[in-house]
């Protein structure tokens, strides 16, 4: 037996040692920099009082009631940005006291001219012109948090902060009640927070994380109470402290908002279609619950919950095969959604991915030419229970059950005859997750399990009927939490037929048919798959100019969560390294500034060296507020394991890329953003030109526009369009293909009052595909390009983009070998919402919304601008009407 060494090999090997070292020098660098001393902080303590007994105070926002006088005013309030820890351009001061069941905040934000003072109406949540907001850290956990915020005009703001304060959820939406005044001296705020909004334990002093933070509009300049470094590694862990809350009686939540929706639909009829008549009315009730088992763990219920008023998913189309992830929305998943997230890798991969819940039917109604169907578009979720919660021990405990129905699609003939057929089984989700603060509050460890079952029955065999997933996560930080180790494993599980797990095996996602893989292989006998993913990461996150982190991350090729959870890909071993010095001293030129260095390398569970990238990124944003984004990247590998869909490994030309953005000063009635991104691979083999324009216009305070378009030019040498069978053996065709694609995202808000608006929504979307060149995959691997493809001749080749099919003579025998369906495209989408939303009390709101929308198919040989013109302005579009009101009971 010889061992034969070829250039190849040599070449790999030299790469593989590249990148080894490169992780080595990281975990050096890494070593000796944890020896750098760290400045201790100076933390602020504000302490309260109760109000004292028989007194009162009315939320106007002037702060006249005697009970303001029992607490001191807090000041000295310091720059956070741009002149960190300087005296800021104006002064704030500010007051807190407490009752049995509220919270008072009271804010005094001076103003040497108070006609300049910004006074922005905008929707909830929006944070427009001046503001204060105060953050409280009642876990004391100093990694989350609760944010009240109000404008100058009165606009409410809410945000859950989590992961010490990178993640900040607006979606939260406690009932609270606050008013602003002006006068000559500035503005002023007056907030009242039930303390049953705010979760804590049972003890005799509350000890809570403070921090009030004003934005100061002309000058764009932010100004903390507790004083924050610019080079902190992060927010929620650098407050101050609230203290002098005693004998507080935690506040057992019990609300209950049931709901009612009348919904009618119109769009164009089919001639005898009977499901498609031409119009549609429905009425629907449900009922959300959140009850309070202790001041910090909850229940929340939903019983036929409702999602109409929720903005449509952009439009996106994927070639590559891929599914597309497209983030939640709906508001009962996303609050508390942050106890819930197990992101064991990285991009969107989850062990949770709550869209799979109330998924699109996954099966089909078998019918003929002559029978017309009606398939459901969602699965009805018919109830979902979800326990969560953070406690003053620091478990953070999440529990969430949800059961999905039957959905069958009606299906009718001609003469009348109806049936239905099963098109998504009965299921039932379960999501349990746990994590434990220890090391005072600077470590935690926690762990998930999920698990799917379904109701499969003959015709569904196809789907798995069981899936289980599992995973420890950690993370460990020091001095001061500026350095950090943190990692996960996480491992799956997944049962049904041995047609259910062969198409798991054949999916774009494992690929196990791959015919040059030898470490993996379909077996058509299985009944179950089990895989195993994690990551281990080491960085630096504070403290200084320098930030920097790298890892690796796996995913084995059996690995699957997209029952519950969302995994792109398996069978991947990632290194990653990464390195950023920042600029956060204002000069003359600029308030801050950053640059960056990163690589990463990628390898299958077979040995094979798939990947490696470096890139460049920087941002500056100069002394006016404008600011520039650039950044490029160098490819010179780049191989796949999915290009040709189950077919060998595949070579891409070595690639570059650059991008470029700026943008104008967001704080004027009018900004802009510009951007270009540009990829060119070697031997023209693809390429990519995106060209982003975004305007935001404000012409007066109760009312703004904003415009986001974007125009894509993406030709490929080599797009994938189908495997056929030549001679016995597999053929791979790809094809030359110019694709382009448009889209505008319109929406503008008009608010009549801070709990009174109007709002729209509307986005075209526009994709086009013609191919031309055909060819055939030769050497997959191959450097050159013109040694992995071979380009059909006129005489192998007949057909034109006008027909259904190309017919292809490959050996010019005069006999047609195979066919190639026609794949040019054309894909139009267009969806708007129109919604009137009234606040008519604290917690509860009447919708009523307008939708338009259309979906079809343009032609392929017709510009963008022509199928926009026929397939969104010059069609009938569906529309609805749809009527919500809800009430929030609080008992």
């Given at each position: 037996?010889?061992?034969?060494?070829?250039?190849?090999?040599i070449?790999?090997?030299?790469?593989?040692?590249k990148?080894?070292?490169?992780?080595?020098?990281?975990?050096?660098?890494?070593?000796?920099?944890?020896?750098?001393?760290?400045?201790?902080?100076?933390?602020?303590?504000?302490?309260?009082?109760?109000?004292?007994?028989?007194e009162t105070?009315?939320?106007?926002?002037?702060?006249?009631d005697?009970?303001?006088?029992?607490?001191?005013w807090?000041?000295?309030?310091?720059?956070?940005?741009?002149?960190?820890?300087?005296?800021?351009?104006?002064?704030?001061?500010?007051?807190?006291?407490?009752?049995?069941?509220?919270?008072?905040?009271?804010?005094?934000?001076?103003?040497?001219?108070?006609?300049?003072?910004?006074?922005?109406?905008?929707?909830?949540?929006?944070?427009?012109?001046?503001?204060?907001?105060?953050?409280?850290?009642?876990?004391?956990?100093k990694?989350?948090?609760?944010?009240?915020n109000?404008?100058?005009?009165?606009?409410?703001?809410?945000?859950?902060?989590?992961?010490?304060?990178?993640?900040?959820?607006?979606?939260?939406?406690?009932?609270?009640?606050?008013?602003?005044?002006?006068?000559?001296?500035?503005?002023?705020?007056?907030?009242?927070?039930?303390?049953?909004?705010?979760?804590?334990?049972?003890?005799?002093?509350?000890?809570?994380?403070?921090?009030?933070?004003?934005?100061f509009?002309?000058?764009?300049?932010?100004?903390?109470?507790?004083?924050?470094?610019?080079?902190?590694?992060?927010?929620?862990?650098?407050?101050?402290?609230?203290?002098?809350?005693?004998?507080?009686?935690?506040?057992?939540?019990?609300?209950?908002?049931?709901?009612?929706?009348?919904?009618?639909?119109?769009?164009?009829?089919q001639?005898?279609?009977?499901?498609?008549?031409?119009?549609?009315y429905?009425?629907?009730?449900?009922?959300?619950?959140?009850?309070?088992?202790?001041?910090?763990?909850?229940?929340?219920?939903?019983?036929?919950?409702?999602?109409?008023?929720?903005?449509?998913?952009?439009?996106?189309?994927?070639?590559?095969?891929?599914?597309?992830?497209?983030?939640?929305?709906?508001?009962?998943?996303?609050?508390?959604?942050?106890?819930?997230?197990?992101?064991?890798?990285?991009?969107?991969?989850?062990?949770?991915?709550?869209?799979?819940?109330?998924?699109?039917?996954?099966?089909f109604?078998?019918?003929?030419?002559?029978?017309?169907?009606?398939?459901?578009?969602?699965?009805?979720?018919?109830?979902?229970?979800?326990?969560?919660?953070?406690?003053?021990?620091?478990?953070?405990?999440?529990?969430?059950?949800?059961?999905?129905?039957?959905?069958?699609?009606?299906?009718?003939?001609?003469?009348?005859?109806?049936?239905?057929?099963?098109?998504?089984?009965?299921?039932?989700?379960?999501?349990?997750?746990?994590?434990?603060?220890?090391?005072?509050?600077?470590?935690?460890?926690?762990?998930?399990?999920?698990?799917?079952?379904?109701?499969?029955?003959?015709?569904?065999?196809?789907?798995?009927?069981?899936?289980?997933?599992?995973?420890?996560?950690?993370?460990?930080?020091w001095?001061?939490?500026?350095?950090?180790?943190?990692?996960?494993?996480?491992?799956?599980?997944?049962?049904?037929?041995?047609?259910?797990?062969?198409?798991?095996?054949?999916s774009?996602t494992?690929?196990?048919?791959?015919?040059?893989?030898?470490?993996?292989?379909?077996?058509?006998?299985?009944?179950?798959?089990?895989?195993?993913?994690?990551?281990?990461?080491?960085?630096?996150?504070?403290?200084?100019?320098?930030?920097?982190?790298?890892?690796?991350?796996?995913?084995?090729?059996?690995?699957?969560?997209n029952?519950?959870?969302?995994?792109?890909?398996?069978?991947?071993?990632?290194?990653?390294?990464?390195?950023?010095?920042?600029?956060?001293?204002?000069?003359?030129?600029?308030?801050?500034?950053?640059?960056?260095?990163?690589?990463?390398?990628?390898?299958?569970?077979d040995?094979?060296?798939?990947?490696?990238?470096?890139?460049?990124?920087?941002?500056?944003?100069y002394?006016?507020?404008?600011?520039?984004?650039?950044?490029?990247?160098h490819?010179?590998?780049?191989?796949?394991?999915?290009?040709?869909?189950?077919?060998?490994?595949?070579?891409?030309?070595?690639?570059?890329?650059?991008?470029?953005f700026?943008?104008?000063?967001?704080?004027?009635?009018?900004?802009?953003?510009?951007?270009?991104?540009?990829?060119?691979?070697?031997?023209?083999?693809?390429?990519?030109?995106?060209?982003?324009?975004?305007?935001?216009?404000?012409?007066?305070?109760?009312?703004?526009?904003s415009?986001?378009?974007?125009?894509?030019?993406?030709?490929?040498k080599?797009?994938y369009?189908?495997?056929?069978?030549?001679?016995?053996?597999?053929?791979?065709?790809t094809?030359?293909?110019?694709?382009?694609?448009?889209?505008?995202?319109?929406?503008?808000?008009?608010?009549?009052?801070?709990?009174?608006?109007?709002?729209?929504?509307?986005?075209?979307?526009?994709?086009?595909?013609?191919?031309?060149?055909?060819n055939?995959?030769?050497?997959?691997?191959?450097?050159?390009?013109?040694?992995?493809?071979?380009?059909?001749?006129?005489?192998?080749i007949?057909?034109?983009?006008d027909?259904?099919?190309?017919?292809?003579?490959?050996?010019?025998?005069?006999?047609?070998?195979?066919?190639?369906?026609?794949?040019?495209?054309?894909?139009?989408?267009?969806?708007?919402?129109?919604?009137?939303?009234?606040?008519?009390?604290?917690?509860?709101?009447?919708?009523?919304?307008?939708s338009q929308?259309?979906v079809?198919?343009?032609?392929?040989?017709?510009?963008?601008?022509?199928?926009?013109?026929?397939?969104?302005?010059?069609?009938?579009?569906?529309?609805?009407?749809?009527?919500?009101?809800?009430?929030?009971?609080?008992?």
């Open positions: 037996m010889s061992l034969v060494i070829t250039d190849q090999s070449k790999e090997d030299i790469m593989m040692r990148c080894l070292v490169t992780s080595i020098l990281y975990l050096i660098i890494s070593a000796t920099a944890f020896s750098q001393t760290v400045t201790t902080k100076v933390q602020r303590v504000y302490t309260t009082q109760k109000v004292n007994l028989g105070i009315a939320i106007d926002g002037l702060m006249t005697l009970a303001w006088n029992s607490v001191p807090a000041s000295d309030f310091t720059v956070f940005d741009p002149n960190n820890g300087e005296k800021p351009s104006q002064s704030t001061k500010f007051k807190i006291t407490y009752d049995e069941k509220f919270l008072y905040v009271g804010i005094r934000c001076y103003d040497s001219v108070p006609s300049k003072i910004e006074k922005r109406l905008a929707r909830r949540d929006n944070f427009s012109g001046d503001w204060i907001e105060i953050n409280i850290d009642s876990y004391n956990d990694r989350t948090g609760f944010s009240f109000v404008s100058a005009a009165g606009v409410k703001g809410d945000e859950f902060i989590s992961q010490n304060g990178d993640f900040w959820d607006a979606s939260w939406n406690p009932i609270w009640y606050t008013a602003t005044q002006i006068d000559h001296e500035g503005w002023s705020a007056e907030m009242k927070i039930p303390f049953s909004q705010l979760k804590f334990g049972e003890q005799k002093e509350q000890i809570w994380g403070l921090q009030l933070n004003r934005r509009f002309r000058e764009e300049e932010r100004s903390l109470w507790q004083p924050v470094s610019l080079d902190a590694p992060g927010w929620v862990s650098e407050f101050g402290v609230l203290r002098g809350l005693i004998d507080i009686q935690p506040q057992k939540q019990l609300e209950i908002q049931p709901f009612l929706v009348n919904q009618y639909d119109a769009y164009p009829s001639a005898g279609n009977p499901f498609r008549d031409g119009s549609d429905g009425l629907n009730v449900g009922l959300d619950a959140k009850i309070g088992l202790t001041n910090d763990l909850t229940l929340d219920l939903t019983v036929n919950p409702d999602f109409g008023q929720v903005d449509a998913d952009p439009g996106a189309i994927a070639l590559d095969g891929f599914q597309i992830f497209f983030e939640e929305r709906r508001p009962f998943f996303i609050e508390n959604k942050n106890i819930f997230d197990f992101e064991f890798a990285d991009g969107n991969d989850n062990i949770f991915y709550s869209r799979r819940i109330g998924r699109s039917p996954q099966g109604a078998n019918s003929t030419e002559t029978e017309f169907v009606d398939q459901p578009t969602n699965s009805t979720i018919l109830g979902a229970a979800k326990f969560s919660g953070k406690t003053k021990n620091g478990w953070s405990l999440g529990l969430l059950q949800s059961i999905t129905g039957n959905m069958y699609a009606d299906i009718e003939d001609l003469a009348g005859n109806e049936r239905s057929e099963l098109v998504e089984p009965l299921t039932n989700y379960i999501v349990g997750r746990v994590q434990k603060d220890f090391n005072e509050r600077n470590s935690f460890i926690g762990g998930i399990f999920t698990a799917t079952n379904r109701n499969i029955p003959d015709n569904l065999d196809f789907l798995r009927s069981s899936a289980y997933t599992g995973g420890v996560d950690f993370k460990h930080s001095k001061n939490r500026n350095y950090y180790v943190e990692g996960n494993i996480a491992g799956s599980h997944i049962t049904g037929s041995q047609q259910a797990i062969e198409r798991t095996q054949n774009i494992h690929l196990f048919q791959r015919v040059d893989a030898s470490h993996v292989n379909v077996d058509p006998d299985r009944t179950s798959l089990t895989g195993s993913g994690g990551k281990l990461a080491l960085g630096k996150a504070g403290g200084g100019n320098w930030r920097y982190d790298g890892g690796v991350i796996w995913r084995s090729p059996e690995l699957e969560l029952d519950i959870g969302f995994l792109r890909q398996a069978d991947e071993i990632k290194q990653t390294a990464n390195v950023r010095r920042l600029f956060i001293k204002p000069t003359n030129f600029y308030r801050r500034a950053n640059l960056g260095l990163s690589q990463y390398s990628t390898f299958d569970f040995g094979n060296y798939n990947r490696i990238q470096y890139e460049f990124q920087g941002f500056i944003n002394k006016n507020n404008w600011w520039t984004e650039v950044g490029a990247a490819k010179p590998r780049i191989f796949s394991n999915t290009v040709l869909r189950g077919g060998p490994r595949w070579r891409w030309s070595d690639e570059n890329f650059a991008y470029l700026f943008g104008s000063d967001s704080r004027k009635k009018m900004s802009l953003t510009l951007g270009y991104v540009n990829s060119q691979a070697a031997e023209n083999n693809f390429s990519l030109k995106r060209y982003v324009f975004r305007l935001y216009y404000q012409p007066f305070d109760a009312f703004n526009l415009i986001s378009s974007e125009f894509e030019e993406n030709p490929n080599t797009q369009v189908t495997e056929t069978s030549f001679n016995g053996n597999a053929r791979y065709i094809g030359n293909i110019d694709q382009k694609t448009f889209s505008t995202a319109i929406r503008f808000n008009y608010s009549i009052n801070p709990n009174l608006s109007i709002q729209y929504y509307g986005e075209p979307f526009i994709s086009r595909g013609t191919y031309t060149d055909f055939y995959v030769n050497n997959p691997i191959a450097e050159n390009l013109s040694e992995r493809v071979t380009l059909f001749s006129e005489n192998q007949s057909g034109s983009a027909t259904n099919n190309y017919l292809i003579d490959e050996d010019i025998d005069g006999a047609i070998d195979y066919q190639i369906e026609n794949p040019n495209f054309s894909y139009v989408q267009f969806r708007s919402n129109l919604v009137l939303r009234w606040e008519y009390i604290p917690g509860s709101e009447i919708f009523l919304v307008w929308g259309v079809g198919a343009g032609d392929p040989s017709e510009t963008l601008g022509r199928n926009l013109d026929r397939q969104i302005l010059g069609q009938k579009k569906d529309n609805t009407i749809l009527l919500k009101a809800t009430y929030r009971f609080i008992l």
